[in-house]
């Protein structure tokens, strides 16, 4: 990570905006938005960086719209993000736009970490990746998180995962929130529109079809849900995953 306080070397600046007008994305991870900012690149954008360093970071580069309440930043062709846990969702973010939510979802089991959380959401942890042994430490939180993730399609509530962590409804909430950093059924919500994403991918079903089998009682719901999360619409993002690829050109084409 970068110096916060330190000049960002001249030979590094060169570099990056070399790379830059090669047509490369650049991406920065926690500090490393200082050595973007000394570019140039973000003069005029948003960006985000660790919310410890988002204060100096504005006032070094005034020309910076600096959120320092979001996990990552994507401008295109310049990305940022916040501490070292948001890198890794800003990669598995260009993972998933790059080569689709199977390929990111087993780069992020791989990883032991969340499969996708958006830019947007605050600097904690929200979503819990799945595949959690119900066998292992005995945490009710984790167990009953296991099982609604094999039960995304039928109807959740408080009191049935409470059921499924064997505890009270008011303690369950509490400890849940403790751990995950949100309300159960908001991470219900997460988990039920993350696991929309590869079947709207696929290209295959109605958007009615895939709100069903993620357990969304509506397909106004689901909209509601998905835009709020993903800043689009479910028909635009697999629009986005199943253009197909354009022909190739002839010899001499422009």
């Not at 296991?146 to 409470?162: G, I, K, N, Y």
């Not at 069903?212 to 397909?219: L, R, Y």
Request: with cysteine; glycine share 10%.
């Amino acid at each position: 990570m970068a110096e916060t306080g330190a000049d960002v070397s001249p030979a590094l600046v060169d570099a990056l905006l070399r790379a830059h007008a090669r047509g490369a994305r650049l991406v920065s991870i926690c500090s490393g938005a200082f050595a973007l900012a000394a570019t140039g690149l973000l003069e005029g954008r948003r960006a985000t960086t660790h919310w410890r360093y988002a204060r100096a970071l504005a006032e070094r580069h005034p020309g910076i719209e600096v959120d320092p309440d979001v996990l990552y930043v994507d401008n295109g062709d310049v990305l940022t993000s916040a501490g070292s846990a948001a890198g890794i969702d800003l990669c598995l973010y260009l993972v998933r736009a790059d080569h689709g939510a199977g390929v990111a979802n087993a780069v992020a089991r791989r990883f032991v970490v969340p499969p996708h959380r958006e830019g947007g959401q605050a600097q904690f942890i929200e979503a819990a990746v799945g595949g959690i042994d119900p066998e292992g430490d005995g945490d009710g939180v984790m167990r009953s998180m296991d099982w609604a993730l094999r039960h995304l399609r039928t109807p959740l509530s408080v009191p049935a995962l409470a059921g499924a962590a064997c505890m009270s409804q008011r303690s369950y909430a509490r400890h849940f929130t403790r751990r995950n950093g949100v309300s159960p059924m908001r991470w219900v919500i997460a988990q039920r529109v993350a696991a929309s994403l590869p079947l709207l991918e696929s290209g295959e079903g109605t958007v009615d079809e895939v709100a069903a089998a993620v357990g969304f009682d509506s397909t106004a719901t689901y909209r509601h849900h998905f835009a709020r999360r993903m800043r689009t619409t479910p028909t635009a993002y697999r629009k986005t995953f199943t253009r197909a690829p354009a022909p190739p050109r002839a010899d001499g084409e422009h």
